[in-house]
């Protein structure tokens, strides 16, 4: 069973019952090394460089929080063709609202919810959890070496002359074809004149 102390802590967890919700908190979170190091782990990633999130926490209404701030993260990811190291340069913009008695949209019930921007209000606003999340949706989802090439795709059984890309185009032949009869048209027209 996970506990609390055993999920990674990449920024501070407000407790909601601590905060002054008569005025906004500016906030400043920046990865260590080692924190960094252990978000690349956890998203399956090479490296992660130079993580932060900065923003402003407000309160909204009489109850409800809303973040506005910047994901700002250097992350190297290998390269879908080579395997190289693709090194990507991440800056976002972060909106999330905490919102008292919300219910949470499960599956069942939408395949897609209507605003990923927010969450129900709980105990307390995890804003390492937040930070973690924005890296995971601002990667690369196909990151590519700017050298890298895809080469021809040449599929074949033994003893079979292999099928190539420009084979698999059906609408090249008819192009072909049309052009021809355009241009027997053409002839056809000039000798009648």
């Not at 979170?29 to 956890?42: D, G, K, P, R, Y």
């Not at 490296?47 to 109850?63: D, T």
């Not at 499960?106 to 129900?120: I, M």
């Not at 033994?158 to 074809?177: C, M, N, Q, Y």
Request: aromatic content about 4%; overall charge negative; proline content about 8%.
């Amino acid at each position: 069973m996970t506990t609390p102390e055993d999920i990674p802590n990449y920024g501070p967890r407000l407790k909601v019952s601590e905060l002054d919700h008569s005025r906004p908190h500016d906030l400043a979170v920046s990865l260590n090394e080692e924190s960094a190091m252990a978000l690349a782990h956890e998203l399956g990633i090479e490296a992660a460089r130079k993580v932060r999130l900065e923003g402003r926490l407000a309160p909204v209404g009489r109850r409800d929080w809303r973040f506005e701030g910047t994901l700002g993260a250097t992350v190297v990811q290998p390269c879908v063709v080579t395997l190289a190291p693709v090194t990507t340069r991440i800056d976002e913009p972060v909106e999330r609202t905490w919102i008292e008695g919300l219910t949470p949209t499960t599956a069942e019930e939408s395949e897609t919810p209507q605003d990923v921007a927010q969450e129900p209000l709980g105990p307390v606003i995890d804003i390492g959890a937040l930070l973690a999340e924005a890296v995971a949706l601002a990667l690369p989802l196909y990151p590519r070496a700017d050298d890298a090439e895809l080469g021809d795709a040449v599929f074949t059984e033994p003893g079979k002359d292999a099928i190539r890309d420009e084979d698999l185009k059906p609408f090249a032949g008819l192009a072909s074809l049309r052009d021809k009869l355009a241009q027997k048209d053409d002839e056809s027209d000039e000798s009648n004149s």
